[in-house]
């Protein structure tokens, strides 16, 4: 045997060799590649069990004035547990339908008044019927939440304050969107029963004797009945950072 065919023959089973060891590389939550989809399903398990906590703000609620930051806590692939607190401001989206829609004769939204900032309260549960928590997975849940707006107004005897209350007890679905390793991405829908509870804002009119200037200042009007009950509507775009022991 020659040089040459030696070179050959040598070139030939490291091809071989080398062609037998080709797999197939399939994306995982750390991105590491797996020679099967049974080392790749238990990475990917893994890698999720590593993050069982998730930071998460909500972006849809800006509009109503409410700012929530949540915290969820993975229990297990099938359940888990979020909750949260906000701060709200003035709820836009409230103040419209209370003035263009229902025709209040409350005027917490018209008259003059300065925003004091309030408080929310909110806590859910998930279930995940496929095992699929923190990955990309369809869940069920139920919540309340409390959300309470505060502003004061020009009184005839100075400042007063009052408050709109809302109370939800509901139900919703969502989606879990695993976009990368540390980041979660959280869609959901959902119904509540709603109680609503605020004082009757009323204005008067008087003129003040040093200026002669008219006046509208604000009153609670003790005689009405504020509390109701409707149905809530919810819609959620929560996006979560993961955090965990980073093992």
């Given amino acids: 045997m020659n040089f040459r065919t030696l070179i050959f023959a040598l070139a030939a089973v490291v091809a ?13 939550v750390d ?3 797996s020679s099967n989809s049974a080392n790749t399903t238990r990475n990917r398990n893994r890698m999720i069990s590593r993050y069982p906590t998730a930071v998460k703000f909500n972006v849809t609620p800006f509009f109503s004035g409410h700012y929530p930051i949540s915290v969820e806590q993975r229990l297990s ?12 401001l003035h709820n836009t989206i409230d103040a419209f339908v209370d003035e263009a829609i229902m025709w209040s004769s409350n ?10 900032p309030g408080s929310s309260q909110t806590l859910n549960l998930k279930v995940f019927p496929g095992g699929d928590s923190y990955d990309d997975g369809f869940y069920l849940g139920a919540f309340i939440q409390n959300r309470r707006y505060n502003k ?8 007063i304050a009052s408050f709109k209350q809302n109370f939800d007890q509901g139900i919703m679905m969502g ?19 709603r109680f609503v509870n605020y004082p009757i804002v ?10 002669g200037q008219e006046l509208y200042l604000a009153y609670i009007d003790e005689t009405q009945d ?3 009950q409707n149905i809530g509507i919810f819609m959620g775009l929560k996006v979560g950072y993961l955090m965990g022991s980073g093992r």
Avoid: C, M, W
């Fill in 16 to 28: 071989v060799d080398t062609t037998a060891q080709v797999t197939v590389k399939r994306y995982s």
């Fill in 31 to 33: 991105g590491s590649t």
């Fill in 77 to 88: 692939p099938y359940f888990t547990v979020e909750a949260g607190l906000g701060l709200t």
């Fill in 107 to 116: 005027s917490f939204y018209t008259a003059d008044s300065r925003v004091r």
């Fill in 152 to 159: 004061v107004f020009d009184g005839v005897n100075g400042p």
């Fill in 175 to 193: 989606y879990h969107i695993r976009s990368s390793d540390r980041f979660l991405v959280d869609l959901s829908f959902g119904v509540s029963n």
């Fill in 202 to 211: 009323g204005t008067t009119y008087t003129i003040d004797p040093n200026t």
């Fill in 226 to 228: 504020s509390r109701y």
